[in-house]
């Protein structure tokens, strides 16, 4: 959850920026923040349920 809002904010910064230049750059960065931030979450998902995250004894 907290990757999927790190990713949103910082995809809505760069999307802000990117307004003032062209559309389909705007697009672009909208896709590949919205991949980010789902890929961010799926990863600290699978982070904290690989055995290995946290040590065992």
């Known amino acids: 959850m907290?990757?999927?809002l790190?990713?949103?904010f910082i995809?809505?910064?760069i999307a802000g920026m990117a307004d003032m230049l062209i559309e389909p750059a705007l697009l672009?960065?909208?896709?590949?923040?919205?991949l980010g931030a789902v890929l961010g979450a799926f990863?600290?998902?699978w982070w904290?349920?690989?055995p290995g995250a946290s040590p065992q004894t």
Not at 28 to 34: C, G, N, P, Q, R
């Open 2 to 4: 907290i990757g999927l």
């Open 6 to 8: 790190a990713g949103a």
């Open 11 to 13: 995809g809505w910064i």
């Open 28 to 34: 672009l960065i909208e896709v590949t923040a919205a």
């Open 43 to 45: 990863g600290v998902r």
């Open 48 to 50: 904290r349920r690989s």
